[in-house]
């Protein structure tokens, strides 16, 4: 469980580092979180977020975070992964899809659209 108010602001800067760019030091997370959040942050601040996304029961982020030894580096093993995206079974994504289709003789062309577009954009989210 997060222990200050900070550390889902770190999750969320050190996952858009991780999907940005292949391999992330340990020390550029560490720039990168004090230039962005205005606080200092250690080495072990970082690596104890880095566990908890990856192996944290209570956040149930269960992010794909890697180690490389050899570059001394950090990676997502999974380049698709985001850890805030919203996560729907496929099942789920069907029901959405068919309540669409339902709807489209029951409101006007507007909401119509607008419903379609929020529905293709959550699928591309999950694929």
Same mark, same amino acid.
């Given at each position: 469980?997060?222990?200050?108010?900070?550390?889902?602001?770190?999750?969320?800067?050190?996952?858009?580092?991780?999907?940005? !760019? %292949?391999?992330?030091?340990?020390? +550029?997370?560490?720039?990168?979180? /004090?230039? &962005?959040?205005?606080?200092? *942050?250690?080495?072990?601040?970082?690596?104890?977020?880095?566990?908890?996304?990856?192996?944290?029961?209570?956040?149930?982020?269960?992010?794909?975070?890697?180690?490389?030894?050899?570059?001394?580096?950090?990676?997502?093993?999974? !380049? %698709?992964?985001?850890?805030?995206? +919203?996560?729907?079974?496929?099942? /789920?994504? &069907?029901?959405?899809?068919? *309540?669409?289709?339902?709807?489209?003789?029951?409101?006007?062309?507007?909401?119509?659209?607008?419903?379609?577009?929020?529905?293709?954009?959550?699928?591309?989210?999950?694929?």
């Amino acid at each position: 469980m997060p222990e200050n108010k900070f550390a889902i602001a770190r999750y969320k800067l050190i996952d858009r580092m991780l999907r940005k !760019t %292949d391999y992330v030091k340990t020390s +550029l997370l560490v720039e990168v979180c /004090e230039r &962005e959040l205005g606080y200092s *942050v250690t080495r072990r601040t970082i690596q104890s977020d880095l566990e908890a996304m990856k192996h944290d029961t209570y956040l149930r982020f269960f992010a794909p975070v890697e180690y490389c030894k050899k570059r001394k580096a950090y990676y997502y093993s999974h !380049t %698709d992964f985001n850890l805030f995206a +919203l996560r729907f079974s496929a099942q /789920e994504l &069907e029901v959405l899809s068919l *309540v669409n289709k339902l709807i489209c003789g029951q409101i006007s062309e507007e909401y119509q659209q607008i419903f379609n577009d929020i529905v293709e954009r959550i699928k591309k989210m999950e694929m």
